[in-house]
């Protein structure tokens, strides 16, 4: 399938989750992203890479083992072997049952599958952005979610095998998750948006398209709920996900490389 089909799909999933006539909210200024070579090429998806140019404030490189994706219900032969040699060991699939329905995923040899639906009943909230990522914070069950996510990719890289973990488009659901993983390794908040924008770069697309981009102020919206509703970012991984000191200094350890 191509990109601008692939594309096309995630707005036609969008359209049959939202039922609601919920208008697209307005668009926003953001910086532009540049190519980055962290970027997994694929037949099969648009937005699979790793957090390979990144480092953290004290210096560390981050696990390469660790991927995020768009959905893979096109993933070729090549795909599927491609991401095997990469060892993936584990699949995190954040999406609703209606999505996996009309779209699921190829399986990667070798790899377990999880599901872990961060939306759960709330379908609205997949397409009303402007409220999604609040909701990603402050609902117990996307809480949950996230929370699981999480552990199981810390358990795959202590195993030292990669951990994939994606959504329909790869920018929403997984720009959270992937925002948390890189905060808790200890990079810095301008990285952090970096490697959530470039979804705009890698789908070909802008802040200005509300189903297919992504924008700024949506991404900074979790972590301000975060702050206000658990007084830190810290105090949501505590309180709101319930992940341990010993969790998150484990998950930490096992995000960075010398």
Not at 148 to 155: D, G, W
Not at 173 to 178: D, L, N, P, S, V
Not at 231 to 247: K, N, T
Request: glycine share 6%; charged share 25%; proline share 4%.
């Amino acid at each position: 399938m191509s990109p601008h089909l692939r594309r096309l799909s995630v707005s036609l999933i969008a359209v049959t989750l939202a039922g609601t006539g919920l208008v697209a909210p307005t668009a926003s200024a953001a910086p532009a992203v540049k190519a980055d070579p962290r970027l997994i090429v694929l037949d099969g998806t648009d937005n699979t890479r790793t957090f390979a140019t990144y480092r953290t404030t004290d210096g560390y490189s981050l696990n390469l083992r660790v991927i995020r994706s768009d959905n893979l219900s096109e993933l070729t032969r090549g795909d599927e072997q491609k991401l095997a040699r990469r060892d993936v060991a584990t699949v995190v699939d954040l999406r609703t049952a209606v999505e996996r329905q009309l779209q699921p995923d190829r399986p990667v040899p070798h790899a377990r599958h999880y599901d872990e639906d961060i939306f759960g009943d709330h379908l609205a909230e997949a397409v009303n952005l402007d409220s999604a990522y609040a909701f990603f914070v402050t609902d117990p069950g996307a809480r949950a979610g996230f929370a699981r996510t999480l552990r199981l990719v810390s358990a795959t890289l202590g195993q030292g095998r990669a951990a994939l973990f994606h959504c329909s488009a790869g920018k929403d659901r997984t720009g959270w998750a992937a925002a948390m993983l890189l905060t808790i390794a200890g990079v810095d908040r301008a990285t952090v948006e970096r490697d959530y924008l470039a979804s705009n770069f890698f789908r070909h697309t802008t802040p200005a398209d509300p189903l297919q981009g992504v924008r700024l102020s949506w991404l900074r919206t979790s972590f301000d709920t975060a702050n206000r509703r658990f007084g830190s970012f810290d105090g949501y991984l505590r309180a709101g996900l319930h992940l341990s000191d010993a969790e998150i200094t484990t998950l930490r350890q096992r995000l960075r490389i010398a």
